[in-house]
């Protein structure tokens, strides 16, 4: 049989088997398939560094991380926390994990709308035994160069394990030791801050070392104690009040009385003084009266007299055993 056009075909399967490319040339159909088994390896050994090898986070502001070597001689926390930015690391030999360094604030009460869905109120027994029930505040934040120690001493990477855990044992503990030299009276009245200024001593002292600062510590609302010690409390209290008023009071009468004496006597020491004066002038001025002097003062007397007559004589005239009464003249 013949086969005309036998070249033709050949030429067709050289096509088949090569592609046209614009910028190089003629590729053959295999060497374009190396080429691309080539660059998806590269994208999957690239995926493989990337995925196993190499990783990379960032650390947001108001927080520190600490690299944790997995393998090799200096297994462990590094001692030197990680700031924040982006760090670079192998997740096959390193762990990085964040840690809060801003306030944490918590809330352990019975509400439990408040924190938690549950009662979470803490518990403690006063100096008499007797059980006390309090709503408390915690505020605290842990100082970036401690981050390590932290992790070292407590192996929590969730801050919230460590708060609702480790935290309040160490809360709820600090309150029956200083409660224990309390009385239920004492805590629940006037040295009040004072016994929780010392609970957040203690729990200041528990924690210090791993680099945790206490920022604040208080009940929320007031202790609950049995109503019967409540309503003891309280008319004590108050007997207290009225007692401190009515001395108050008494000191106020007292005062008003001592003033009106000192007024009285005072006004009788005047009086005494000034009559005592006016003796003094009296005797002065008897003991000043002589002959000459009285002498004197009637010859002024008569001058002064004298002096005021108008030159008429008088309507009415005395004479020795006679008296004469002059009539006016008719007109």
Request: glycine fraction near 8%; aromatic fraction near 8%.
């Amino acid at each position: 049989m013949t086969i005309f056009n036998d070249n033709r075909n050949n030429e067709d399967r050289d096509r088949k088997g090569r592609v046209i490319d614009q910028f190089t040339g003629v590729l053959p159909l295999r060497r374009l398939l190396f080429w691309a088994l080539g660059a998806a390896g590269v994208l999957v050994g690239i995926w493989i560094v990337s995925s196993f090898l190499m990783d990379v986070k960032r650390i947001e502001a108001g927080y520190v991380g600490i690299e944790v070597n997995l393998a090799g001689s200096q297994r462990g926390a590094s001692e030197i926390p990680v700031r924040t930015g982006w760090v670079f690391y192998s997740p096959l030999t390193t762990q990085v994990i964040e840690f809060p360094t801003y306030v944490q604030t918590v809330k352990w009460t019975r509400d439990t709308s408040e924190g938690h869905a549950v009662n979470e109120e803490m518990g403690f027994n006063s100096k008499e035994g007797m059980e006390i029930y309090a709503d408390v505040s915690l505020s605290y934040a842990i100082e970036p160069k401690s981050v390590p120690d932290f992790y070292v001493k407590y192996r929590v990477n969730d801050l919230d394990r460590f708060t609702h855990g480790i935290l309040r044992d160490i809360v709820r503990n600090s309150l029956n030791e200083v409660a224990s030299t309390y009385t239920v009276e004492d805590i629940y009245g006037e040295k009040k801050a004072q016994f929780l200024a010392q609970v957040e001593q203690q729990v200041q002292a528990k924690v210090t070392n791993v680099g945790v600062g206490v920022q604040q510590f208080g009940f929320i609302g007031a202790p609950r104690v049995p109503g019967v010690i409540a309503q003891a409390i309280t008319a004590k209290a108050q007997a207290i009040q009225e007692a401190e008023r009515a001395k108050n009071e008494l000191a106020t009468t007292q005062a008003e009385a001592a003033k009106k004496i000192a007024e009285a006597e005072g006004d009788a020491k005047s009086s005494v003084t000034r009559a005592q004066g006016e003796a003094d002038a009296n005797r002065i001025r008897q003991n000043s009266l002589t002959p000459q002097l009285l002498e004197l003062r009637r010859l002024e007397n008569q001058r002064a007299l004298i002096e005021r007559w108008n030159g008429q004589l008088p309507t009415v005239e005395s004479g020795q055993g006679s008296l004469l009464l002059q009539l006016p003249k008719g007109q």
